[in-house]
């Protein structure tokens, strides 16, 4: 198994920070922010799976489906939606669930 580079390990930090702002922001019209559990369950994933996916400092990158999924359930906006697939591109040699 090969070491991500240092850009690939970049791009998944930005992209779980990126993430996480989509969640932290989900809160919203009256609508409370969803718990890691009740997200990952809509997601169809484990709930501490999401949780590395939404912090920085875990090597875990989430896919772009995932990727994907979440923007579209936490309503994010449309325009980070072209970023997120850039770094989940970019993050892309980084193996998810590390």
């Known amino acids: 198994m090969t070491q991500p580079t240092s850009s690939e390990r970049e791009a998944g ?14 809160a ?7 718990t890691q559990q ?17 912090n920085p400092r875990h090597p875990s990158t989430a896919p772009l489906k995932t990727v994907e999924l979440l923007h579209a359930v936490l309503r994010a906006p449309d325009a980070d939606l072209t970023r997120a697939r850039a770094l989940a591109d970019a993050s892309a040699a980084t193996p998810a669930g590390r």
């Open 38 to 54: 009740s997200l990952a369950g809509r997601l169809g994933i484990d709930q501490t799976t999401l949780s590395r996916y939404l």
């Open 28 to 34: 919203r019209d009256g609508r409370p922010k969803p």
């Open 13 to 26: 930090r930005a992209l779980a920070e990126l993430l996480r702002k989509w969640w932290e922001l989900s």
